[in-house]
């Protein structure tokens, strides 16, 4: 059995253009994490004003407990998928290059 005919049995793929998507798509969502928290901040300041009293001051602090809080520990948890994303993209730079350069060869070999 050939080198060439047994590469066929056996696929490498690597796609650089699905990493930078994903890379794309946590930073978009990190953005719209942001959006939504500054939304949710919004409301309980509406809110607040309507409810200033000992119970409206504790229901406000326990929402900004039990939604805010969590949304930023969420968007920090994002943001370092996306950054570590990043820093593998970059990282592995030679091995895409260095995967189409084989690419290439193979599919010269099987012209």
Do not use: W
């Not at 928290?37 to 119970?55: V, W």
């Not at 592995?92 to 084989?102: A, I, N």
Request: aromatic letters at 8%; glycine letters at 6%.
């Amino acid at each position: 059995m050939s080198l060439l005919s047994s590469s066929k049995e056996k696929d490498i793929l690597l796609d650089q253009e699905a990493f930078q998507q994903a890379i794309t798509k946590f930073g978009d969502l990190s953005i719209q994490v942001q959006d939504l928290r500054k939304e949710i901040e919004e409301m309980l300041s509406t809110l607040q004003k309507g409810f200033d009293t000992p119970a409206g001051r504790k229901f406000i602090q326990s929402c900004q407990g039990n939604l805010l809080e969590p949304l930023d520990r969420q968007k920090a948890v994002i943001d370092h998928i996306s950054e570590t994303l990043g820093q593998a993209n970059t990282a592995y730079e030679s091995v895409f290059s260095e995967y189409e350069q084989l690419n290439g060869t193979i599919q010269s070999f099987e012209s």
